[in-house]
């Protein structure tokens, strides 16, 4: 546990007289060298543990050819960023999807199938994979590609469990001492789970313990709605294996927070924070979906928050992770509640979350691509990532009756219009080609998304692209970003002084 320790002790708040450059803390105790870096002005952190601190500059290396694994809005956000990079020469998606196609060579392979990504990977030999969703790695597929001596961005399976398992990840919290909200018990019987909710407080949330599209959690008011969802989990299965057992959680208050770091295992660096909405009808209203659409914005949380949860959350977080196995390496999301007694732990995934990605991506301001490689060769310490000041808002058009049952193959018109607005696109999620034209292929359709100086302007943006775009029986939220744009207002109107 000492690595553990060390990271525990290695933070100290930043003295007022030096919050405009960056903050150095070093230490020759455990290692070479390390150092913590924040930008206060900018909001970005880089903690960094130096192996080999030769060569101070920022690393970059030419990574010509990647293979992305996914099919959705976040894959087509990530290829619409590699395709930027001058150091990319080809990109691959599989499976991609009827906008991807405009960015990259969509191959049809699953992202579920491991097995066939391994021998596509083998006949493409690119220099880099890239995974975006959980299933392959849940399954493993960087031990697959590792073995065979294949470049690929994502942690293993042994620590892709994280997300796999809300089981496994609330054990692997209590061990390492990170906040995270109590919790009740965890239950392989539908019968026992629910003889639980006698002895609970109200409300309280109910989790499958493994993958279920991000659906797999309920906010329960009630004990009917409670021992409802645990049948549809336990006994109707309909959400798959991954409701097979479940558990109880104490229910925070507060507001949730996506903070997603991208580490090599031995340093990190902070995407820009986000928030997502849930909830598929406006005031967070009806089910679960898998996002309905989220935003960023700067000064999206308080330096005080930023602090704790570099060091009672990230920094544990990853420690744990190094002593338990192999480095952590990949994008690692932490799924957060802002409390009064400060930030806790909700879930971890251990990938971008959709649709969180596709606003990051619109305020990158560096190469994706030389990241992704810097994070494969562990030299993640030589990146310097910066960002796009301002906003950016990602609203998500769905199809008619999701996250229930929907219709597909409904064509989609007004995509180039919605583009030619400045600051503006469109990712695309749920749609396939059919000849000339683009249908709807899945529930969660296109992402749009827009950037401006402020987060009202981003908001405005989006919704005038949404307004051009039309498909049968579409459906978005009316209000995402609203109670940022609510926040940031009452600030400006705030006596001073």
């Known amino acids: 546990m000492a690595l553990l320790e060390f990271f525990r002790n290695l933070w100290k708040p930043c003295p007022t007289k030096i919050r405009n450059s960056p903050h150095r803390l070093r230490s020759p105790d455990l290692l070479p060298s390390q150092t913590l870096r924040h930008d206060f002005e900018s909001g970005r952190y880089s903690f960094l543990i130096r192996v080999d601190s030769r060569g101070g500059s920022d690393y970059r290396e030419p990574t010509v050819k990647i293979l992305v694994v996914g099919s959705g809005g976040r894959e087509h956000a990530m290829v619409w960023r590699l395709r930027q990079s001058p ?6 998606c599989a499976p991609g999807n009827g906008g991807i196609a405009d960015f990259a060579e969509c191959v049809p392979v699953d992202a579920a ?44 399976q042994r620590d892709a469990r994280l997300e796999g398992s809300k089981i496994y990840a609330k054990q692997f919290m209590d061990r390492y001492g990170i906040p995270t909200p109590t919790l009740y018990g965890d239950f392989e019987s539908p019968t026992e789970a629910i003889r639980a909710l006698d002895a609970v407080d109200w409300p309280v949330v109910v989790k499958a313990d493994g993958l279920c599209g991000g659906k797999g959690v309920l906010v329960a008011e009630k004990r009917a709605e409670a021992e409802s969802f645990i049948r549809r989990l336990m006994q109707n299965h309909e959400l798959g294996p991954g409701g097979s057992r479940v558990l109880l ?17 031995r340093s990190f660096v902070p995407m820009a924070p986000t928030r997502d909405h849930k909830r598929v009808f406006d005031g967070d209203r009806g089910p679960n979906t898998g996002g309905m659409g989220a935003y960023t914005m700067d000064g999206m949380i308080a330096p005080k928050y930023e602090s704790v949860i570099i060091k009672d959350i990230v920094c544990p ?21 802002l409390t009064a007694s400060g930030p806790m732990v909700l879930e971890y995934n251990c990938r971008m979350g959709d649709p969180e990605t596709q ?23 030589r990146f310097k990532p910066t960002w796009k000041p301002g906003a950016s808002v990602c609203v998500v058009l769905a199809s008619g009756g999701y996250p229930g049952s929907f219709e597909t193959g409904k064509k989609i018109t007004g995509l180039g219009e919605a583009e030619k607005l400045p600051g503006v696109a469109v990712f695309h999620a749920g749609t396939k080609r059919d000849g000339d034209s683009v249908v709807t292929s899945g529930g969660r359709v296109l992402g749009v998304t827009a950037a401006a100086d402020s987060l009202p302007q981003a908001i405005h943006k989006a919704y005038e692209a949404v307004d051009r775009i039309h498909f049968d029986a579409a459906q978005c939220r009316s209000d995402i970003g609203a109670k940022g744009d609510l926040r940031t207002r009452l600030a400006a109107e705030a006596p001073r002084g």
Not at 137 to 147: M, Q
């Open 317 to 337: 977080t990853i420690a744990g992770l190094s002593e338990e196995g192999i480095p952590y390496t990949g994008f690692l999301y932490f799924g957060l509640m």
């Open 113 to 156: 199938d491991v097995a066939g990504l391994v021998s596509l990977a083998e006949r493409l030999k690119p220099d880099l994979t890239v995974v975006g969703p959980e299933a392959p790695l849940v399954a493993g597929i960087r031990n697959k590609f590792e073995c065979r001596h294949m470049r690929l961005v994502g942690p293993s």
């Open 249 to 265: 959680e104490h229910a925070l208050k507060g507001e949730e927070l996506s903070f997603i770091v991208l580490t090599d295992g």
């Open 87 to 92: 150091e990319v020469e080809k990109i691959w």
């Open 359 to 381: 606003p990051i991506m619109m305020r990158m301001d560096f190469d994706l691509a030389a990241a992704l490689d810097a994070v494969a060769s562990h030299k993640l310490d």
